[in-house]
Every structure is written in structure tokens, then in C-alpha cells.
């Protein structure tokens, strides 16, 4: 019997956690839709107020608002004059005390995760870690730069190149370390990063298909 409930269990929790997490997705956009609502309730006159009411009643109607919006504000900034008012409205967040901390370090990883041009976690490679012969999974992220990369090459010397890594824990990649080491003493794996990803998430269970070197 236990044998059976596991197989059942292991059928059913995919699917259970696939369904939350999609579900705490959809209520966090709607969350956000209703903000806005409430926020044109205290603007808009009170004839507006009852059919801003039927709107807060639809289902799934602030998810579709939303994807709405980011699809139009994407199409707007893909043009010159949706990026020249993309930099005017950087420059003003950015001139903003306490918000141009918060919003310009967003911004930064944001575009670097999500840049097609970027290298952010574009590589999977093993790196010894939290010891000497022990081996963990890391992220390629970039390279070290301004003083930081100096300092590195006055230790190290100039013919050593570091790179930047994010080691994920295990079973949430979503933390980690930071860590800078050697290119010499990482090793590059031949998976992808999603395959990388599982691999990680369940603990090594689920192992990627050996790649040919």
C-alpha cells in the first residue's frame, strides 16, 4: 500500500504545485487590478463608480488587463519615441531619493536576466564549493568589473580572467551565493540551463542526458 500511495503522490504533487503556483500568480495580478480599480474609484466621479464595480465582478478580467497593458507598453517602447520617453521616465525615478536605489537596481538585474543579449545564466558549470572537493552546480553571470576586478587582478594576476557565479539552493533556486572565481576553476557542462535547473530542484534526482564532449 505504501508503494501505491507514493506512485499516487508522485502523479498528484506536479500537478498540485503547478496548479498553486499558477493560482498565487493569477491572484497577484488581480491584486493589482483591483489597486488600480480602487485608484480610478478616487478620481473618477461617482457615475463611473457602478460600472468600475461590474468590472471588479468579471473574472479574469484583471489578468487580461494586465497582459493587455504589457503588451501595449512593449509595442510602445519597441519605437524611438517609446524609448525616448523610456529614458525620460528612467532619468526622473532615477533623480528620486530612496526610489532610485530600489528602481535602479531592478532595473539593472532585470535587464540582465532578461536581455536577449545578455549573458546571464547562459552557462551551467561545476565549481568547487563549499569546500575543496566538493562540487555544486553554479551560473555563469558575467564577469567581475570596476574595483572589484581590479583588486582581483592585483591578487591573482592579470593573466588569471575571473567569473561571476550564482550557486542555487536546493530545492529553491530562487536564493543562493554570489561568488567570483578563476575561469580556470570551474569546468563547463555541456547541459542546458533548464536541464541545470531540474537537476538542482530535485536534488539530483532528475539527471539531464549525458552531452558528448
Known amino acids: 500500500m505504501k508503494k501505491y500511495i507514493i506512485a499516487g503522490l508522485l502523479v498528484w504533487l506536479p500537478l498540485a504545485i503547478t496548479i498553486w503556483v499558477l ?3 493569477l491572484g497577484l495580478m488581480d491584486s493589482v487590478f483591483q489597486t488600480l480599480l480602487g485608484a480610478a ?6 457615475s463611473a463608480h457602478a460600472l468600475l464595480d461590474r468590472l471588479s465582478a468579471v473574472p479574469g478580467l484583471g489578468v487580461l488587463t494586465l497582459l493587455t497593458m504589457m503588451l501595449l507598453t512593449g509595442v510602445f517602447v519597441a519605437n524611438i519615441v517609446g524609448q525616448w520617453w523610456l529614458r525620460q521616465w528612467d532619468r526622473i525615478l532615477s533623480n528620486i531619493p530612496i526610489v532610485k536605489s530600489i528602481y535602479t537596481s531592478v532595473k539593472q538585474v ?5 536581455s536577449s543579449s545578455g549573458q546571464a545564466f547562459r ?3 561545476l565549481v568547487e564549493y563549499p569546500r575543496r572537493d566538493s562540487w555544486t552546480i553554479a551560473f555563469v553571470t558575467g564577469r567581475p568589473s570596476g574595483e572589484v576586478a581590479s583588486r582581483l587582478g592585483e591578487a ?16 529553491n533556486p530562487t536564493s543562493g551565493f554570489f561568488l567570483m572565481a578563476p575561469r580556470a576553476d570551474v569546468r563547463p557542462l555541456g547541459m542546458s540551463v533548464d536541464e541545470a535547473l531540474k537537476y538542482i530542484i530535485s536534488m539530483g534526482v532528475v539527471a539531464p542526458p549525458s552531452t558528448p564532449h
Request: charged letters at 10%; glycine letters at 4%; zero cysteines.
Open 156 to 171: 591573482a594576476g592579470p593573466q588569471h580572467e575571473f567569473v561571476s557565479l550564482y550557486v542555487p539552493t536546493t530545492p
Open 41 to 46: 474609484t478616487a478620481v473618477l466621479p461617482a
Open 123 to 125: 552557462e551551467a558549470v
Open 23 to 25: 493560482l498565487w500568480i
Open 110 to 114: 532585470s535587464d540582465t536576466l532578461f
